[in-house]
């Protein structure tokens, strides 16, 4: 398995670099056309060809060089949360729950409901999705951030436009919990009845579990298992995942300190993107 991931890796770049040669080898032979009177005009439009192909590759080379980030192939948990603009923000939020399940379709990945909590309207205050796939965190890693939408609310009649913002945190899966020592002393268990739909079972146990790291105060809630054993491992999972991210984002900071990381952080003062309706517009930041 290990060769078969290390041959994952190498070909794409082994694949760029003789696409680069094969494109030399073109623009060498369209040079030695222009000694040709006759096919001297032919000649050049083959090496402008050639000659964008070559900075194109170049660069595609580049990328694939970079350095990569470890977690890049990992699983990912996605968390959306509603900010300010109360119904609207909470619809917003539905609606990004809905874009990124979309391109995890597209992607041909699996997509777990690890917890939600829905607004009246039919949006979400808060949705966490488990997404699995290969390379799911080096496509979704910049997500991370203050989401803003301008729009006209289903709730305005007035038919003004209204800003609305949604917080995204994109954390990596961890392999295995033990990457972060979760010290059972530091944990507050708390377990409770499921609320929403799910018939008999869920109202008549306590199978939701709420955890609670005393020492950063990070608290996570799972409900939507049906057991109290399967909430508490899905839960245990997050809580990792959030701690090993808050320790990558502070190592980061020490690093660069003029760039603030957003893994797992959602601050919302960091705006990455603006959904623009009227004028069907959407900004990068």
């Not at 006759?38 to 060089?65: P, V, W």
């Not at 997509?111 to 909590?117: A, G, L």
């Not at 809630?221 to 508490?232: H, I, L, M, V």
Request: glycine share 6%.
């Amino acid at each position: 398995r290990s060769l078969s991931q290390e041959r994952a890796e190498i070909e794409p770049v082994v694949q760029k670099l003789h696409a680069f040669e094969s494109a030399e080898d073109d623009l060498a032979t369209a040079r030695e056309m222009l000694n040709d009177p006759e096919m001297k005009t032919f000649a050049q439009e083959e090496i402008n060809i050639a000659k964008d192909r070559l900075d194109q590759l170049e660069k595609e080379l580049l990328i694939h060089l970079l350095p990569r980030d470890p977690n890049d192939k990992r699983n990912i948990f996605l968390e959306v949360r509603a900010g300010t603009g109360g119904d609207e923000s909470a619809l917003f939020a539905g609606d990004l729950v809905r874009m990124y399940l979309r391109y995890a379709e597209n992607q041909h990945w699996k997509t777990e409901i690890v917890s939600k909590n829905e607004s009246e309207l039919g949006g979400y205050k808060e949705a966490i999705i488990r997404i699995i796939g290969e390379g799911a965190y080096s496509k979704l890693k910049f997500e991370s951030g203050g989401h803003r939408v301008q729009r006209v609310p289903a709730t305005e009649s007035q038919g003004r436009v209204h800003t609305s913002a949604c917080t995204v945190a994109v954390l990596p899966e961890l392999d295995e919990v033990e990457e972060v020592q979760l010290n059972p002393s530091e944990l507050r268990i708390d377990v409770f009845r499921a609320s929403g739909a799910g018939g008999q079972h869920i109202q008549k146990t306590d199978s939701a579990v709420r955890i609670t790291h005393l020492p950063t105060g990070l608290v996570v809630e799972c409900q939507d298992e049906r057991s109290q054993t399967q909430n508490k491992a899905r839960a245990m999972a997050i809580l990792a995942s959030r701690i090993y991210a808050a320790r990558v984002a502070e190592q980061q900071a020490k690093e660069a300190s003029e760039r603030k990381s957003l893994v797992g952080s959602g601050d919302r003062s960091e705006r990455i993107r603006t959904y623009n309706y009227p004028q069907g517009r959407v900004t990068d930041h």
